[in-house]
Each structure stands twice: as C-alpha cells, then as structure tokens.
C-alpha cells in the first residue's frame, strides 16, 4: 500500500534535539519531492522544510540552522533532525510526499493527515507526530 509512516515524537526540553522520520512504502522519494509541515494549536499549519530528489533543500527563517532535513540512500525515508528547541517548536508535524513546487504555504494540515490522493500526481502524508517542547 501507497503511504507514510511517521515515527514517533515525543517531549523534550528547551534546548534539546529530535529527529523524525518519516518512511515511504509503495514509492519513493526518487518519484516525489518531501516536505515537513507543522501545526501548533491554535496556527495554520506551516511549512518546515523541503528536500527535493536532488536533496536540494528550503527552511523557512524560524527553523534555519536548526532544523535540517535528510534522507537516506534508498529514497525511502526522510528526516528532519531538529537542534535547539525551542518551546514554539511545539506541534504536531507531518510529512508529505508530492511533486516539488507544490508545497502551499498553509495547507489543512489535520484534515488530510494520512491521505493518498492522485489527482494529477501523487501526493501522500504521514499521520502526523506530536512534539512538546517544555521549559
């Protein structure tokens, strides 16, 4: 089956590290471009970082130089290592596959969590994972 399984998250406090990972099955990131999106309560859901399949990347200011995305030699999974927490990087994060130049700045994060669409390409997302940065 056609999807993306997120691994866990979990708490960590100001300061620390965590990394995500995000697995393909069905494809691979050599057919899609990957994306991390987040939402914190009560935001619009907003884009992280992407990685296209020549690993070129984008961050967006508030993550760059602490957050980096990755993946491995299979274009299997992706990553996204996160350094230097901070509390606002509390939210649920979700990772997409689709092709690049697609990623809209805000999409309905919660409400197409772990959807397969093809319309005019594939686009897949992870079920999305919490991250809790306490002081």
């Known amino acids: 089956a056609v999807q993306l399984v997120q691994s866990e998250g979990g708490s960590v406090q100001v300061g620390g590290s965590l990394r995500l990972s995000c697995t393909a099955s069905?494809?691979?990131?050599?057919?899609?471009?990957g994306a991390w999106y987040r939402q914190a309560p009560g935001n619009e859901c907003e884009l992280v970082s992407t990685?296209?399949?020549?690993?070129?990347?984008y961050y967006p200011d508030s993550v760059k130089g602490r957050f980096t995305v990755s993946q491995d030699n299979a274009k299997t999974t992706i990553y996204l290592q996160m350094n230097r927490l901070k509390p606002e990087d509390t939210a649920v994060y979700y990772c997409?596959?689709?092709?690049?130049?697609?990623?809209?700045?805000?999409?309905?994060?919660?409400?197409?969590?772990?959807?397969?669409?093809?319309?005019?390409?594939?686009?897949?997302w992870g079920q999305g994972t919490l991250v809790t940065v306490s002081s």
């Open positions: 990685i296209s399949r020549n690993e070129s990347t």
């Open positions: 069905g494809f691979t990131f050599d057919e899609s471009a």
């Open positions: 997409v596959a689709k092709p690049p130049l697609t990623f809209p700045p805000h999409p309905p994060c919660s409400v197409i969590a772990g959807t397969v669409t093809r319309v005019h390409y594939l686009e897949v």
